[in-house]
């Protein structure tokens, strides 16, 4: 039988916490019987490498592996796509198809985010767990199937059983043996481990050298709560090696990259920006916020300048210089650089690409808890924060324009225009 430590180096799964190696420890076991495995952690806690290594160390090896899903899949489509149709059985089908029990024969099914199969599938599953019989959407015949179920969910599969979301029958038949992946919060030895694994992965992909974390920096990323777990460490590694030149990391910088909310305390507007950083999504949001509002308040008064002098010509004779600011200018003589790229002035509403939130579930959670903070607590006035965004920027870039308008996702015109509204 495999060690857990060479699973781990086969499987490329860092990390030496007890609760991590029980898991794979109880994977092991499990993989040469066909015991159904159900799979359970909060997201982003590494499921998707059990049903893998079930499957590889298994009798099945050599048959098919297919991953489904179930969450993502419409409800209308998915026995279709489990059990397969026959042709005619509904519009658009029009050839025969096999599902993937059929495919699987003799392989291995994961079914990720199974708490999310609709009840009707649920029935059709129980079936082929008890029996290995399924039949075709459209048919009336019985198949026989010989597939090994690796089913993993994030959801409180007791809840949804009391809702009568999810068969109690069906739960029982799945989670046969039940392999529990703790939190990233209860892997502490293993926070650390993983940051400097994706640390070095991600130097590597950038070309730069990795960065490196001051103690203090250390107790702040293991006193975190990391709500989206490996997922949002991951995402948080790559951030910071991407955006940060200064290559050692203190406690202050990591602490812009970590969301206040997942935290258990409730989240509140710092007074203090100290912290502050454009990779915040708050700043960020504030910046899109602040330029829509803005352009609005441009395009009113234009709006009533036109209303009032009934004459295009008139004024944008009188006008010039709003136009200009609103659809941006190609003769701007005010603008003493060069710009290479005329047409990226248009880009009212881009976002820097760091931005791109992480996919981790718990981070469109933390996404909606901060939506909902902005609405109860800002005091702020946009433009004020707009100008701290800039200064600091440029003061980061020693007053390159360049450097400081990339980091702000805008382009350099809008910045000079921006410095010398605020008379920078
Ligand atoms: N122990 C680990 N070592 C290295 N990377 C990991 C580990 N656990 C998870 N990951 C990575 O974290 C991300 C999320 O894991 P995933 O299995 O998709 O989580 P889940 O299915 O539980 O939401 C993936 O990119 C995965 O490769
Ligand atoms: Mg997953």
């Not at 390159?400 to 805008?410: H, S, V």
Request: glycine share 6%; net charge negative; with cysteine.
């Amino acid at each position: 039988m495999e060690s857990v430590q060479t699973i781990k180096q086969r499987f490329g799964i860092i990390g030496n916490s007890p609760g991590l190696n029980r898991a794979l420890e109880k994977a092991i076991q499990v993989a040469p019987t066909d015991i159904s495995v159900l799979v359970t952690g909060e997201s982003g806690v590494g499921k998707e490498s059990i049903p893998k290594i079930i499957h590889q160390l298994s009798h099945r090896k050599h048959n098919k592996y297919i991953a489904v899903n179930c969450g993502a899949i419409p409800e209308g489509t998915i026995d279709s796509e489990l059990f397969g149709h026959e042709k005619g059985a509904f519009t658009g089908a029009t050839q025969t198809r096999q599902g993937y029990f059929e495919v699987a024969d003799g392989g291995t099914i994961f079914l990720d985010e199974v708490g999310e199969l609709p009840l009707t599938t649920q029935v059709r599953l129980l079936r082929v767990l008890e029996n290995g019989e399924f039949i075709k959407v459209g048919s009336s015949k019985v198949q026989k199937t010989n597939v090994r179920i690796v089913a993993a969910t994030n959801a409180n599969m007791h809840e949804a059983i009391d809702k009568e979301k999810f068969r109690e029958d069906l739960y029982y038949r799945l989670s046969t043996v039940d392999i529990h992946l703790p939190p990233l919060r209860q892997r502490q030895e293993d926070i650390h481990l993983l940051f400097r694994k994706f640390a070095s992965d991600f130097a590597l992909k950038y070309k730069m050298p990795t960065i490196k974390l001051t103690d203090n920096a250390v107790e702040v990323l293991l006193k975190h709560r990391w709500s989206g777990n490996i997922r949002q460490l991951r995402n948080v590694a790559e951030q910071v090696s991407v955006l940060e030149q200064n290559r050692t990391i203190t406690a202050q910088v990591l602490r812009g990259y970590l969301p206040t909310v997942g935290s258990n305390l409730p989240a509140v507007i710092k007074t203090s920006k100290s912290e502050s950083d454009f990779s915040s999504e708050r700043e960020i949001l504030y910046k899109v916020l602040f330029d829509m509002k803005n352009d609005l308040n441009d395009l009113k008064k234009l709006t009533m300048e036109l209303m009032k002098s009934g004459s295009v010509k008139d004024v944008e004779k009188n006008h010039e210089g709003l136009i200009q600011k609103i659809y941006g200018s190609d003769d701007d003589d005010d603008v003493d650089e060069v710009f290479e790229d005329s047409t990226e002035d248009t880009e009212v509403l881009s976002i820097p690409e760091h931005t791109s939130v992480s996919e981790a579930p718990s981070n469109i959670i933390d996404k909606y808890h901060f939506a909902e903070e902005i609405e109860e607590e800002e005091t702020l006035s946009l433009q004020d924060k707009e100008l701290e965004l800039i200064k600091k920027s440029l003061e980061r870039h020693n007053g390159k324009r360049k450097l400081a308008a990339a980091e702000l996702g805008i382009s350099e015109r809008t910045l000079y225009r921006k410095i010398k509204q605020y008379d920078l």
